[in-house]
């Protein structure tokens, strides 16, 4: 029988658990089958194994995974498949299949120039500072630009920057530091990040501290639910289901 096992990356903030557990719940409402289950990768309940052996419980046989993570970095590269390897070991008649994060995609920046306009109608010469969790995997770099050309594509905004909470350059200290200097008299900060946290609050008392004259800063709320999102879990829900759902033994992945 068929299983899907949703898995998210947790966190010690309790409503950013609460709000990842609502998001992966309520994308199973797209899904047709039988045994679907949640699972975070840590600080958090259930665990992968917990998730995983839930749905060997319950009758499965094939276990379809999907990463609720934004970007491709070392969690969806190494940290789960390592995981998921040692779980075949122990069930090794189960099939497994993993599937990818959401990774560069065009329902994405809907969202983002909502988050912006949630906040306030930009002025002409209003410019976004995108702001990524950060990781010392070059590819979240590159797509985190990629998705910030793209916004910048779509929508009369005059420069969109990236920078990053750890792990790589600019920081987000950096980023603040030349949105200043840019002469821009808006800067919208757009965290790109799934759920709240503890990231999020460092973010707001940065942001608090900044003293500028002449220009705004305005921070705008994190990705969240949005339908787009869900939308985006959906489709890679039916690749890891179908023929494009990546084996665990893909080199990709291990």
């Not at 969806?76 to 560069?104: C, M, N, S």
């Not at 200097?181 to 799934?194: E, N």
Request: glycine fraction near 8%.
């Amino acid at each position: 029988m068929q299983a899907i096992l949703y898995i998210g990356h947790g966190s010690r903030i309790e409503e950013a658990r609460n709000q990842a557990a609502r998001f992966m719940e309520q994308s199973m409402e797209h899904e047709s089958a039988q045994i679907q289950e949640i699972s975070f990768l840590e600080l958090a309940h259930p665990t992968i194994e917990e998730g995983f052996q839930r749905c060997i419980e319950r009758g499965a046989t094939r276990i379809a995974v999907v990463p609720v993570l934004l970007l491709t970095a070392g969690h969806a590269k190494t940290d789960i498949p390592l995981e998921l390897e040692r779980l075949q070991k122990r069930w090794r008649g189960v099939h497994i299949t993993y599937g990818r994060p959401f990774g560069v995609h065009s329902g994405i920046i809907d969202v983002l120039n909502e988050r912006i306009h949630e906040q306030r109608q930009p002025v002409d010469d209003a410019m976004v500072l995108l702001v990524g969790r950060g990781s010392s995997d070059p590819d979240v770099k590159r797509d985190l630009r990629e998705i910030a050309d793209l916004l910048q594509d779509r929508f009369p905004f005059k420069r969109v920057d990236t920078s990053f909470l750890a792990a790589t350059e600019p920081s987000f200290e950096e980023g603040l530091k030349l949105a200043g200097q840019s002469g821009h008299r808006q800067v919208f900060v757009v965290p790109y990040l799934l759920f709240t946290g503890i990231l999020m609050k460092s973010m707001e008392k940065t942001i608090r501290n900044l003293t500028p004259v002449d220009q705004e800063f305005i921070l705008c709320k994190y990705l969240g639910y949005h339908p787009n999102l869900q939308k985006v879990v959906y489709e890679r829900t039916l690749e890891t289901l179908g023929v494009e759902g990546r084996a665990l033994t893909d080199p990709c992945y291990v």
